[in-house]
């Protein structure tokens, strides 16, 4: 009987020899694939890696810059250069500070919560549109004041006029005011952080429809309204230097401050026959300005 076992049990271990054997020429068929993939892909991975090279990190100082020397950065500035962006030490990259020039520097950290920047290079940047535009916008809930502030920024805005309005839904005191104009601040300078702008656009106050409307001094003003005329009729001849867009907040502008833009000769607006929502009416209005008159080229 143990003769018999015996004799049946060896198909059975030549069998598991067997499915060992495929099973190793199989993880060394896809070891040598995944080799030879690796060498071919190399090039492109150099092409790749060359290309992330050229592309430097930027950040915005808020610190004037001058001369071929150290510049230590502030907490803020260490933690969104080391822990966000994740920079190294001797790591290139690219600072400003908003007074139109980019300055090509190096990263040297000295400490775990200790960094400087060593300038070497200044540039001036040459991105600003000849198109002054200066953005009026009523004052919106959550996200919306935010995009908006974001893209008017990308889409080259040089003011900004935050403005609280008859139907405004947002409520703030003082001290909420004061971190709204810190947090836009920042919205800012980090859209100018990713759209290559080396001015940052000037933030004005939070302040009433009424009191911002006699200080805006522009060649063409516009307020829109969806019960207005399109944009392409009744504007000057001449190409105006600047241009002054008024946004409502979610619930539009009232009857009252319509009239009372229009005291101050600006020309009620719709773009297109579309009721738009206020961050989409401020990212609109500035791309048709920067289309007509600015460095847009279609």
């Not at 953005?135 to 006029?161: C, H, P, T, Y």
């Amino acid at each position: 009987m143990r003769l018999g076992a015996e004799t049946c049990n060896l198909p059975s271990r030549s069998m598991r020899r067997y499915k060992c054997l495929m099973a190793f020429r199989v993880i060394w068929i896809l070891l040598f694939m995944a080799m030879i993939r690796k060498r071919l892909a190399l090039p492109y991975n150099k092409v790749l890696l060359m290309q992330k090279r050229d592309i430097l990190k930027r950040i915005y100082l808020n610190m004037p810059l001058h001369g071929q020397r150290l510049f230590p950065l502030d907490d803020a500035a260490f933690h969104h250069l080391c822990r966000v962006l994740r920079c190294r030490d001797g790591e290139p990259l690219t600072v400003f500070n908003g007074d139109g020039n980019d300055y090509l520097a190096t990263l040297q950290v000295s400490g775990k919560k200790q960094a400087a920047v060593q300038i070497n290079q200044v540039k001036n940047n040459q991105r600003e549109s000849p198109l002054h535009t200066i953005l009026i916008q009523g004052l919106s809930k959550g996200e919306r004041m935010d995009i908006a502030l974001q893209k008017a920024v990308e889409l080259g805005v040089n003011e900004i006029f935050p403005v609280k309005t008859q139907f405004c839904a947002v409520k703030l005191d003082d001290e909420r005011i004061k971190k709204k104009q810190r947090h836009w601040s920042g919205i800012i300078a980090a859209a100018c952080e990713q759209c290559q702008r080396a001015v940052l656009p000037i933030l004005h106050p939070l302040n009433t429809l009424e009191q911002v409307l006699p200080h805006i001094d522009a060649d063409c003003k516009w307020v829109l309204h969806p019960y207005a005329t399109t944009v392409d009729s009744n504007e000057p001849v001449a190409t105006p230097q600047q241009v002054a867009v008024l946004i409502g907040p979610e619930g539009g502008l009232s009857d009252t401050e319509v009239d009372w833009a229009i005291q101050y000769d600006f020309a009620p607006k719709i773009l297109g026959k579309r009721i738009l929502r206020t961050e989409t009416a401020a990212i609109a209005a500035l791309a048709a300005a920067q289309l007509r008159w600015g460095d847009w080229h279609v």
